[in-house]
Each structure stands twice: as structure tokens, then as C-alpha cells.
């Protein structure tokens, strides 16, 4: 199982970015793809995840403004990051879990079993 996660840079504030995370090793149709940050001194935090089953979850810090979706030909999600603040500003990870996740655990980052490098998201005021 690998995860590869590319995309990140550096934007104004305001601006977009779109992260991918590129999979192998399984298979995508069946098993959740979420995205974590972590910044400097803060623990790691759930952003959004995309269901196997087609639902999408966002966390209040970022829905209206983040998009996730699958891009199964490629074997790829992606996260769409619109209006970036400075408090977006960390390194971004996905990561997957073979066992099924409920919305009560889903933003627990220690239940997922996979995670790929992170990718750094810096927003500059």
C-alpha cells in the first residue's frame, strides 16, 4: 500500500491550490481516502475524507471552501483547496484505512493504518 501526496506550494492568501494524493497497492473503489494537517506545534487534524461509497466530510474549518474527489483512472484523490488563509498554512497528508471508519472516528488520525509523505500548503497573509 502507498500513498503519494503532491500538490502543496506556496499561495497568497485567497488563492487556490489542489492537492493529489496518488494510490497503489489496493483498491481504491473499496477503502476511504482522507486528508490530515498538521502545523507547526499542533497536533495533526482531520480535513476532509471521501467515502467509499461516495459520501464526503469536511471539517467546519474548511467546508464551503475545500472540495475532495476521486479520480479512479488515475488511481487518485484529490483535495481542491479554494479562498486559502494563513490558519490553512501546514503540512497536508492522505492517508487510508482498510478497516471501515465511522464519522464518530473518522478525524482520529491514530485508527488510520496508511499514510503517505506529507505535502507542504504555506499561505502567506
Known amino acids: 500500500v502507498q500513498l503519494q501526496a503532491s500538490g502543496g506550494g506556496l499561495v497568497q492568501s485567497g488563492g487556490s491550490l489542489r492537492l493529489s494524493c496518488l494510490t497503489s497497492g489496493f483498491n481504491l473503489y473499496h477503502y476511504p481516502i482522507c486528508w490530515f494537517r498538521q502545523a507547526p506545534g499542533k497536533e495533526r487534524e482531520g480535513v476532509s475524507c471521501?467515502?467509499?461509497?461516495?459520501?464526503?466530510y469536511y471539517s467546519d474549518s474548511v467546508k464551503g471552501r475545500f472540495s475532495i474527489s476521486r479520480e479512479y483512472a488515475k488511481r487518485t484523490v484529490h483535495l481542491q483547496m479554494n479562498s486559502l488563509e494563513p490558519g490553512d498554512t501546514a503540512v497536508y497528508y492522505c492517508?487510508?484505512?482498510?478497516?471501515?471508519?465511522?464519522?464518530?472516528?473518522?478525524?482520529?488520525?491514530?485508527?488510520?493504518?496508511?499514510w503517505g509523505r506529507g505535502t507542504q500548503v504555506t499561505v502567506s497573509s
Open positions: 492517508a487510508t484505512d482498510f478497516e471501515p471508519i465511522s464519522e464518530a472516528t473518522m478525524w482520529n488520525s491514530y485508527r488510520y493504518d496508511y
Open positions: 471521501s467515502i467509499s461509497d461516495g459520501r464526503t
